[in-house]
């Protein structure tokens, strides 16, 4: 089975039937990402396995350290033998070192993964933060503006969305620049 199909049915098993508004949302995440094929080349499909996959810690029967990004990635790597390089960027998505540093497991995030290829982190970060909680394409900005009405300006969630925000922005910016340059069109961005 290709690596896509197999995130594909293993988020859907996950996290179907008791998350499913994360299901919506890793629908459209994975599909972002498999829109972005054109300009990612031989990592098109590791990108968008690690898309369909990157929320899956939140399920309950996964929860470890109660940081999804950390315990996602430890379910692919200890019950799947997953790819190293999925694993460390479900473990890597979206800022995930902001929080981890917050919650006071930074080194642990970067000790069991270590990051690497920026480049293909930057680009679920793209996917993630131009998807709605219900897996419709929206605009960075206004996804960070939904992130924080839903925590609630004390939580934090949204002081770790805040600290993140420059390098989600310049995430987004870099791969629309890669999409503009290749002529290739998403929905929503800016
Ligand atoms: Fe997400």
Redesign the pocket.
């Known amino acids: 089975m290709r690596q896509v199909e197999w995130a594909r049915e293993l988020a859907r098993k996950v996290l179907e039937r008791h998350l499913p508004r994360r299901w919506e949302?890793s629908q459209g995440?994975g599909r972002r990402a498999e829109s972005l094929a054109p300009i990612l080349g031989k990592d098109a499909e590791i990108l968008a396995a690690s898309a369909w996959l990157?929320?899956i810690g939140y399920a309950l029967e996964l929860i470890d350290t109660g940081f999804h990004p950390i315990d996602g990635g430890r379910y692919l790597r200890d019950v799947h033998g997953a790819d190293e390089l999925l694993c460390r960027l479900v473990a890597h998505h979206?800022c995930a070192e902001i929080e981890a540093g917050q919650r006071g497991l930074l080194d642990i995030l970067t000790g069991e993964f270590p990051k690497e290829r920026g480049d293909l982190v930057e680009a679920l970060t793209f996917c993630?933060m131009t998807t709605s909680p219900d897996g419709l394409p929206l605009t960075v900005m206004d996804r960070l503006a939904e992130i924080r009405s839903r925590y609630g300006p004390d939580d934090e969630v949204t002081w770790c969305i805040n600290r993140a925000e420059p390098h989600i922005l310049s995430a987004v910016r870099s791969v629309e620049t890669r999409l503009a340059l290749s002529d290739v069109r998403l929905d929503c961005l800016v």
């Open positions: 949302h995440v990157h929320d979206t993630d």
